[in-house]
């Protein structure tokens, strides 16, 4: 059985924020996988799962967090909620998308590093206030223009010939424009590689902010737009594999 090393790292939440789909992108720009330790904080809404129930219940108010306990991976979160309404009713369940924070929210993670680093993701012993250098540094966004991912050959479908199946998976789905020095461009080259999903890096269209993404040709936005998709587990169809 191999130990693993504990990071506690501390997560702030601002207004309109997501609890669970941070709690996704976090785990995705680490590359690991945790626990929730600590919450407090307050909502404007909350979604969860009650035991039972075909789907998810939603509450608006001034809702306090009691709770937030369970586990976090790049696959997935398991998590559960407590939290009070205005006449100190508790309510809990599963954590679901659109359980949003009203004023603030300060979070405390636990994130597990197997023997002291496996040399993949960011490293969890350097400060978590200076998050954003612990992404891909402005070489490895170089080296991603100088050598674009192409995606694997999939499996011939039957009554389709292999130059028909060569055309049609030669070039990756994913186009990306991304600028050397520019965080949010590396957050989202490390989630397309963190997910195993095939890009090639493009040159930047027109004006506007970067990254610039591209799935199927069509124009989705920047890595606030990519991690959306990938919480609600729609980037899923283009993973490799």
């Not at 039972?52 to 998590?79: C, F, K, Y």
Request: with cysteine; net charge negative; proline share 7%.
């Amino acid at each position: 059985m191999q130990l693993q090393d504990l990071r506690s790292v501390p997560l702030h939440l601002g207004a309109g924020s997501d609890i669970r789909r941070s709690l996704e992108r976090l785990a995705v720009e680490f590359n690991a996988s945790g626990f929730v330790l600590g919450v407090v904080g307050n909502l404007s809404q909350a979604a969860f799962q009650c035991p039972g129930q075909a789907g998810p219940t939603i509450l608006e108010g001034d809702l306090e967090i009691i709770t937030l306990q369970g586990t976090i991976s790049p696959q997935g979160v398991h998590l559960h909620l407590s939290f009070s309404d205005g006449a100190c009713q508790v309510w809990g369940g599963h954590l679901e998308p659109g359980t949003l924070v009203q004023k603030g929210a300060d979070l405390l993670v636990g994130l597990l590093e197997a023997g002291g680093g496996s040399g993949e993701g960011p490293s969890l012993h350097s400060s978590p206030r200076q998050a954003d250098r612990l992404h891909p540094t402005d070489g490895a966004i170089t080296t991603a223009l100088q050598q674009p991912v192409l995606r694997e050959p999939a499996q011939v479908p039957a009554g389709v010939s292999a130059g028909q199946a060569a055309s049609a998976t030669s070039e990756p789905r994913v186009d990306i424009a991304v600028l050397a020095g520019c965080p949010y461009c590396a957050r989202a080259l490390r989630m397309l590689r963190t997910l195993g999903i095939p890009y090639r890096v493009v040159p930047p269209s027109g004006g506007g902010s970067l990254p610039q993404v591209h799935i199927d040709g069509v124009a989705i936005g920047g890595y606030d737009a990519l991690a959306d998709l990938h919480g609600r587990g729609a980037l899923e169809p283009l993973r490799r594999g």
